[in-house]
């Protein structure tokens, strides 16, 4: 048991540590990832957009990523305004928020808006050791913790070597000269398209794995997250392929000992429900273990191209108990019945928190054992 978690807080409190199962931050309010946000943001609806917040949360996002970097818009103004709204709203301000920017003063405009305790996303040693440290030193005072990116003056690493060195000499910049807990750096070792045509692409998910066990096994109490949807740049608008290697990916990352992510609940297919011939085509390219892994992926895409994954339409599993349907829910990121099932299952119990200790944390756990977690 880590006896230095990292903690975390909205209006309530969330733990991460070996004991707890993987944390989900969710991407969509980021304007740079989500057309649907990006619109509503630009045309002024911030109320309409903090629906695509709510939604994240109840699809099981843990913490929340806000991002407001783009061209057209007063990016310090926007973050201010919709932090503001999330803090109105209970549902929602009841989680930690991940404030993203790659502009300092947005992030520290966002950071002061803030209850609890946050994550900045992100710094990193790109412009040298000493704005490093400043940036740090502010991220402290404010009491958030802090993504560190595997970037330093030369550029992104992107090779298992270059990944460690990088993460290696920022935790002893941080922990050494600052005095800056372990438990508060979150390093993303970068996550990178695969399946690309480029032989220097081959190892990228496996030099991130093996990155992600360094860094897990000899920089004590540091954590490791990353955005999920980048590996499957490449097959975009291929959703059946997509979900798969992205929960291939973790499942492996995982193993690995990553412990957060940026990640879309909606795009992630359950682990043993993957057809066998695509999970062998994705671990072959994410583990690069066959010089024709990317032209055998390709060519199974060619063949689902266009078809999204079915929705599930068969009603059979309403039949089951109330307890069973809410399981089903949280496995499938089903929330049409959530309310109703919630109401009756309540009535079987005597108190509201043993709802959420019983059926509600039951499903959860199959969750997290469907993800390796």
Known sequence: MDNRPLKLSGLEAVTVSPASNFVNIGE????????????????????????????????GAQV????????MLDSESAMVRFLNLMASEPEISRIPVMVDSSKWQVIEAGLKCLQGKSIVNSISLKAGEEEFLRQAKLVKRYGAATVVMAFDEIGQADTYQRRIDICKRAYDILTRKINFPPQDIIFDPNIFPVATGIDEHRNYALDFFKATKWIRTNLPHAHVSGGVSNVSFSFRGNQLVREAMHSVFLYHAIKEGMDMGIVNPAMLAVYDDIPKDLLERVEDVLLNRREDATERLLEFAETVKGSAKKKEQDDEWRKGTVEERLTHSLVKGVIEFIEADIEEVRHKFDKPLHVIEGPLMDGMNVVGDLFGA
């Open 28 to 59: 969509r309010t980021n304007v740079t990832g989500s057309a649907k946000f990006l619109k509503l943001i630009k045309e002024d609806k911030f109320d309409e957009a903090l629906s695509v917040a709510l939604d994240q949360v109840r699809g």
């Open 64 to 71: 929340i990523d806000v991002n407001m970097d783009e061209g």
